[in-house]
């Protein structure tokens, strides 16, 4: 079993299973967009071919074996043996899926807020566009952001879209459960996005009182599993019958009587896609496999997490910076962000260049620029992100 202060020396314990994106080598702090991906999915990758050419055809029945691995992995994330998992591509065909079953003739509004990622503000923005009444709350701050969401839902509203985790400044948004109590009230569903909370901030479908939720997340970002590997958790009673479907997702009724009515599966199977290219699932079941053989739970990887960026902000703190160039915002405490440092500048778009041909990968939103640890990165080598940063701040004054 890993303990968290073996992923703090160096070498850091982890690395050596990352050999093939050399992490030990390099300075890599976009990982809440891009952690690298273990030695481990290679091996599934490869396996996803080499069952394709022994199996052709037939190769399907293990494909949804591997699918299977993805949904339980998903699940040990979610703490949820309640709803089922639709699988996906990327979670804009999710969320396409899941606004397409909404009932907007009869309740025309959704409430989101401002700070959601691109997935959702664009495809919200492009149904304003046609006559959709879209409400965004202002996501700051993220601590009440719950109660003020829950003020703008009423009984024509057909389902708010929220993050648990905001995209641009990792601030964690609580009290979940109540925004879905009051939806229930309302007659409108709701829609968590988890991306930037699975596998770094814990999370319990059942202790947040998310029951009756929709979730969609996906594994590019904190769960290492690359592209092509996204879901959307279903409420077990859920009638909707989504407008955008794929042929899977009458799999379950295929040997029924046609009628004039388009048939759909069960639960999480109304939002099941067509075909696809399972070679994701080979990979991430293969991580999902490595995390559990190593006990890296979501409980150990917090805890590696705050630690890291508990270190980073206090060698940002003791550069002593020109709070016109950068800033953190010290008045949200560490213990309520998730899984990267959020600095303020607006030359962010320049330092994060400037760091990047020095060889320290980052990455920004706006005028923020994103610090982003993970689990396989010594703490030596985030110190050593943070005297380049000096170094740039140095050559900018």
Not at 42 to 54: I, K, P, Y
Not at 152 to 168: C, E, I
Not at 180 to 189: F, Y
Not at 235 to 248: A, I
Request: proline fraction near 4%; charge should be negative; include cysteine.
């Amino acid at each position: 079993m890993i303990k968290p202060d073996e992923l703090y020396g160096t070498p850091n314990r982890l690395a050596s299973h990352y050999s093939e994106f050399r992490v030990a080598d390099r300075l890599l702090l976009t990982g809440h967009s891009h952690q690298a991906w273990p030695d481990r999915g290679f091996e599934g990758q490869q396996q996803a071919w080499r069952d394709a050419a022994e199996y052709v055809d037939e190769k399907w029945d293990r494909a949804f074996e591997a699918a299977e691995r993805v949904r339980r992995g998903y699940r040990r994330l979610l703490g949820d043996d309640g709803g089922g998992l639709a699988l996906g591509q990327n979670t804009h065909e999710l969320v396409v899926r899941f606004l397409s079953g909404l009932p907007l003739e009869d309740h025309p509004r959704l409430v989101t807020t401002d700070g959601e990622f691109h997935t959702i503000r664009r495809q919200l923005d492009r149904l304003a566009e046609e006559g959709v009444e879209v409400i965004k709350v202002p996501s700051l701050p993220a601590g009440t952001l719950a109660e003020r969401v829950i003020q703008s839902v009423n009984d024509r509203t057909a389902a708010a879209l929220v993050s648990s985790v905001l995209f641009h400044n990792a601030q964690i948004v609580p009290n979940l459960g109540a925004l879905s109590t009051a939806c229930g009230q309302a007659g409108a569903e709701l829609l968590v996005d988890a991306y930037h909370a699975l596998n770094v901030v814990p999370f319990s479908v059942e202790q947040q009182g998310l029951g009756g939720a929709f979730i969609v997340g996906g594994g590019y970002k904190y769960c290492q599993l690359g592209e092509g590997n996204c879901f959307l958790r279903v409420p077990p009673d859920t009638k909707m019958r989504p407008v955008v479907t794929g042929w899977f997702a009458e799999f379950a009724t295929l040997s029924d009587a046609a009628d004039s009515k388009v048939r759909y599966g069960a639960g999480h199977e109304r939002f099941a896609g067509a075909t696809y290219d399972p070679t994701s699932h080979y990979r991430a079941a293969a991580v999902f496999g490595f995390f559990e053989e190593l006990n890296l739970t979501p409980a150990l990887l917090r805890e590696v997490s705050r630690h890291q960026i508990e270190l980073l902000a206090r060698s940002f703190d003791a550069l002593d910076a020109d709070p016109q160039i950068i800033t953190r915002d010290r008045s949200v405490d560490l213990d309520a962000i998730g899984g990267f440092l959020a600095l303020h500048s607006k030359r962010a778009e320049e330092i994060s260049r400037l760091l990047r041909e020095r060889g320290l990968a980052t990455d920004y939103r706006g005028d923020i620029l994103r610090f982003g640890p993970a689990p396989y990165l010594s703490d030596s080598q985030l110190s050593g992100a943070m005297d380049i940063l000096k170094e740039v701040l140095q050559a900018i004054s």
